[in-house]
């Protein structure tokens, strides 16, 4: 019985690391060439070509070390590239509005 569990506990593990690699690279393919340029980043075909390494590995190749290198490749792309990319192509913006200015909003010398 505690060995069914431990083996549930590891499978759900694994898929929590396909997911992640997967939304990893998702992420990656929408995001445009030239942002990785602009935030001084990888190239996106090295990101796509890691994040496909790590979701093939995830899927075919039950090597923990593998899978986990993947999931190093997939937080890194998400905690620092991400960001990084938003903040380029202006995606980090919440709430504002297209009139606002550099102060405030712009509200027509009312």
């Known amino acids: ?3 069914t569990g431990f083996s549930t506990l590891i499978w ?3 898929m929590a690391m396909l ?5 990893a690279l998702v992420m990656a393919a929408m995001a445009r060439e030239d ?3 602009a935030a001084d980043k990888q190239q996106k075909s090295f990101w796509l070509i890691i ?3 790590a979701v093939a590995v995830n899927l ?3 090597m923990l070390f593998l899978q986990l290198a993947g999931l190093v ?3 890194v792309f998400l905690v620092d590239v991400r960001p990084a990319l938003r903040a380029v192509s202006g995606g980090g913006r919440r709430g504002g509005s297209s009139s606002d200015g550099p ?3 712009y509200n027509g010398g009312r």
């Open 73 to 75: 490749a997939s937080i």
């Open 103 to 105: 102060y405030g909003p």
């Open 12 to 14: 759900l593990l694994y």
């Open 1 to 3: 019985m505690l060995l």
């Open 51 to 53: 994040l496909g390494v």
């Open 35 to 37: 942002a990785y340029r």
């Open 19 to 23: 997911v992640l690699a997967v939304v």
């Open 60 to 62: 075919f190749v039950p």
